[in-house]
């Protein structure tokens, strides 16, 4: 099966304060509420249309990738950290808002998105009208419940990351490491193409008639991200969050269950956070179950945007 990302109805380029080249495209119904999605960490955010499609018939749906990501061109690699994700956000927040007119807007973030989104947050205020956040790899502090097993699971990932391959000969080779992959066994078909067509870039080089196939955002870069993460402790603050917000998670009580969503069911049960469990997923829970997904983000929607009195 292959999946097609549908064209969108705008595309507008965006350069951060440092010279990032970001861009923004939006699909769906103008009239609706306003949705902005951003991805996971090494990821696209085209690659999770099986997700984001689902809601283009009700919603205004606007997406960005994080620099040196999807469809983004490359920046600064040196530049490539957490920090600069949260000022790019608050810099697309209101480019979005400048372009496309004030609406109702919530951003629905995955992953190291979502984690930018928290930080984003409490260093800026209110800018969303709520947040839904998939599965975020929050690391809590020392000595709070889950620290040491997140904080050592993200290091984890970034020593693999680090010296993941980086050269392919065309995207189909990576789609078939994706299928092979146990931990992505659970993904939509069709899923695992249309990731390694999102996040790779074709290299020519001069003389040749076709170039090699690299990943979008360098391994050192998502290294990176994954090491500065580890040592990013925000958890204990979450209730200082100056909006509603809702944690969508994957299934804990699965055998290879992973670091964040143990966390967020620890936040849950500390601090009474909005949270929600889809059953049989992994971290990628947006393209494994996408219309369980959908169902969990409206239902905490038809709250949340009907009582922002816009």
């Known amino acids: 099966m292959t999946l097609i990302v549908p064209e969108p109805s705008e595309v507008f380029d965006l350069t951060m304060a440092d010279g990032a080249p970001i861009r923004v495209r939006r699909h769906g ?9 951003c991805h996971g960490n090494g ?3 085209d690659a999770y249309v099986p997700f984001w499609s689902r809601l283009t018939d009700r919603f205004d749906v606007v997406l960005y990738d994080q620099r040196n990501h999807g469809q983004n061109t490359r920046h600064r690699l040196e530049a490539h950290d957490v920090p600069s994700f949260v000022s790019d956000m608050e810099e697309i927040f209101h480019a979005i808002r400048d372009r496309l007119g004030d609406a109702p807007t919530v951003g629905v973030f995955h992953s190291i998105s979502a984690v930018t989104a928290v930080w984003h947050a409490l260093q800026y205020g209110k800018r969303w009208d709520a947040l839904v956040l998939f599965d975020p790899p929050l690391i809590p ?3 709070l419940p889950q620290h040491d097993a997140a904080r050592t699971f993200e290091l984890a990932l970034a020593k693999w990351s680090k010296s993941r391959p980086n050269h392919f000969s065309d995207p189909s080779e990576l789609a078939a490491l994706f299928s ?13 193409e249309l990731m390694a067509r ?7 080089a001069e003389g040749k008639e076709r170039g090699q196939w690299t990943l979008n955002c360098p391994p050192e870069c998502e290294s990176r991200v994954y090491k500065t993460n580890a040592d990013l402790h925000l958890t204990h603050r979450i209730k200082e969050l100056p909006l509603p917000v809702k944690l969508i998670c994957a299934d804990p009580d699965q055998p290879d269950a992973q670091g964040p969503c143990k966390v967020g069911r620890s936040l849950h ?5 909005a949270y929600e469990v889809i059953a049989d997923t992994s971290h990628m829970l947006m393209i494994e179950k996408p219309a369980e997904c959908v169902r969990s983000l409206i239902a905490f929607l038809e709250g949340v945007v009907s009582e922002s009195g816009k």
């Open 29 to 37: 119904n103008r009239k609706g509420p306003r949705l902005v999605l």
């Open 43 to 45: 990821f696209a955010i």
């Open 141 to 143: 502090g020392p000595g």
């Open 180 to 192: 092979k992959s146990y931990s992505l066994r659970r993904w939509v078909p069709g899923a695992h």
């Open 198 to 204: 999102s996040i790779l870039r074709q290299e020519m």
């Open 269 to 273: 049960d500390l601090y009474g956070c």
